[in-house]
């Protein structure tokens, strides 16, 4: 997995936009630094996403959930067997 110092934050990509901006409108660079992020956070919200928290707790239960159906399945072959015995 991504660690998460390798995916930039909201604020690290408004500045990226403001830095791509040509060097006379960057006088403007703390209101659009500002507008850049209102408008990512806003176009992000509109999107079905979850959060890095949310995903980790889901990838969990997955986990466990996975190791008891292995489990199961183990426990079901065993029971099987011994009754074709």
Same mark, same amino acid.
């Given at each position: 997995?991504?660690?998460? #110092? =390798? @995916?930039p934050?909201? =604020?690290e990509l408004a500045k990226q936009l403001v830095d791509s901006v040509p060097g006379n409108l $960057? #006088?403007?660079g703390e209101d659009m630094e500002r507008? +850049? $992020?209102s408008l990512l956070q806003s176009a992000l919200s509109r999107l079905d996403l979850v959060t890095r928290e949310e +995903? =980790?707790?889901q990838m969990a239960v997955l986990s @466990?959930? @996975?190791e008891k159906l292995e489990?199961?399945?183990t426990r079901l072959t065993e029971?099987? #067997?011994s009754s074709t015995d």
């Open positions: 997995m991504t660690e998460k #110092s =390798d @995916r934050t909201l =604020d $960057k #006088s403007m507008n +850049f $992020k +995903f =980790d707790v @466990r959930t @996975r489990a199961l399945e029971l099987e #067997s």
